[in-house]
């Protein structure tokens, strides 16, 4: 059912009350209308003047079928007045099969007409609307339509009048060639996600091959591959909720968050939990989070050290988010995969980390030797040396309890001694650089035994267990 479909089947039921969350007036006018027109039904929309209550006198005079549109009048909840009149309304609105929709970008009403009025969540534009936008602009600038669909998949998690504008632009600043390439309308679409506050469409440009080790979460991320398909549903199979990565800092996790995107072909987000806390109303901007995610799924949001935000007092802002987002985790349907990564564990609520919230938790520890040895190939290739060329397992050897992101340290460290002599990387370089590196696990070896001991029965290996795989080797 959409939503038009449902706001109908209301007023037919005798509701007398309903909330539209949506910024997009002018779409959410217009499709009511031509729903209302298609079934008889009038539709008066207004607009609050300065006198909320004269607003309120007029859509008392109606007589149904009919539906009263009514915009901004949610700044006036907090006035005691025009909450009694509303209240007053409502069973007399249902008498005459009124329908009072009040249409609101944020998704909050007053405790008192909590059990009167329905909320209703208008949806950003689908796919099918935006594909008709690009094909209208492309038709429009006498491009073809080869790329209709890519570029439509791209405007994905806009209004649908900040899709207008993006073409709009794309056309004015690049030309008719502009609607033919995807990459520019989703460069051009992450500065207007960016204006949602907290979230921010990142270029997923990283891989699974730039992390080194944690090969039990790639065997899971690969079992996975299809698992968002249409075949998968067919099968039964439900779309992937998400992981929680937790573990030693520096260990490949926000990485790893990186690289999912990219293995599986998503679109990837990150949602800013700190720049989130700080708006004026965090609630409603997590609301708005949601639809946007929601509207470019299948996507991957990202949210890196979620502790630290919802670490602090439960009992106000962040109790709410908490509750908001734990809900979601449970109730979506749209395939969202999430992925939290944490460093303090003992900071997690347990409402986050207890099973059932995310797939699986993952524990990303210090690498093993192994497992350096790749990183250090990985980190030297990036870079423009031949890991062949070096002695990589002499290099794991020496830098036992080193992190991924301090081996990292080391090979770019080596590289300044090199180029400040001007002269190719060598190993003595690469030696230097290990004396010089004192790992975490030296000053933080208390609290990196108390991380494992947490992962141990509540969190699954990121990395093969290596002396295990070696037994079954020699066997």
Not at 19 to 27: A, D, G, N, P
Not at 101 to 121: F, I, Q
Request: net charge negative; proline share 5%; glycine share 6%.
């Amino acid at each position: 059912m959409s939503w038009t479909e449902e706001i109908l089947s209301m007023l037919g039921a005798g509701f007398p009350l309903v909330q539209l969350v949506s910024y997009e007036e002018t779409r959410v006018e217009r499709e009511l209308a031509d729903a209302a027109e298609a079934a008889g039904v009038q539709l008066v929309s207004t607009s609050t003047t300065a006198d909320p209550l004269e607003t309120l006198v007029q859509a008392e005079s109606h007589e149904g079928p009919c539906i009263v549109l009514v915009k901004d009048l949610h700044p006036h909840f907090s006035n005691h007045q025009v909450i009694r009149r509303i209240r007053d309304l409502v069973p007399l609105l249902s008498d005459r099969r009124v329908l009072l929709a009040l249409l609101s970008p944020l998704p909050e009403l007053p405790t008192e007409l909590v059990h009167d009025a329905v909320m209703v969540d208008v949806p950003l534009p689908d796919l099918g609307m935006l594909e008709r936008l690009a094909g209208a602009a492309a038709q429009k600038a006498g491009a073809g339509d080869a790329q209709v669909g890519e570029v439509a998949s791209a405007l994905r998690g806009l209004t649908l009048e900040e899709a207008r504008r993006v073409l709009a632009k794309l056309l004015v600043v690049h030309g008719v060639g502009a609607l033919e390439s995807p990459a520019r309308v989703l460069e051009e679409k992450k500065r207007l996600v960016r204006t949602v506050g907290a979230l921010t469409i990142v270029e997923p440009d990283r891989s699974l091959d730039d992390l080194g080790g944690a090969d039990e979460l790639k065997r899971w991320l690969d079992e996975r591959t299809r698992a968002f398909s249409e075949e998968a549903r067919q099968f039964g199979l439900p779309a992937p909720r998400g992981l929680l990565l937790a573990g030693v800092q520096g260990c490949g996790k926000s990485l790893a968050s990186r690289a999912i995107a990219s293995y599986w072909s998503l679109p990837l987000a990150r949602l800013d939990m700190g720049l989130l806390m700080g708006l004026a109303s965090p609630e409603a901007a997590l609301h708005e989070v949601f639809k946007v995610v929601e509207a470019m799924s299948p996507a991957v949001l990202w949210i890196d050290e979620i502790e630290k935000v919802l670490q602090v007092d439960m009992r106000g802002a962040a109790g709410r988010i908490l509750g908001s987002f734990v809900t979601w985790l449970s109730e979506k349907q749209t395939p969202v995969f999430t992925v939290a990564t944490a460093n303090d564990v003992d900071l997690l609520p347990a409402e986050l980390a207890r099973k059932g919230r995310f797939d699986e938790i993952f524990f990303f520890d210090l690498p093993d030797g192994r497992d350096r040895a790749e990183i250090f190939s990985i980190h030297l290739e990036q870079r423009g040396s031949d890991p062949s060329t070096f002695d990589t397992e002499a290099l794991a050897s020496s830098t036992d309890h080193y992190s991924g992101s301090e081996i990292e340290q080391v090979v770019v460290g080596a590289l300044y001694r090199a180029f400040a002599a001007g002269r190719p990387l060598e190993a003595r370089d690469l030696q230097v650089a290990v004396s010089e590196t004192v790992p975490l696990y030296k000053t933080y070896e208390e609290r990196i035994k108390a991380l494992r001991e947490w992962a141990r029965g509540r969190a699954r290996p990121a990395a093969l267990e290596r002396r295990r795989l070696d037994l079954f080797e020699k066997e």
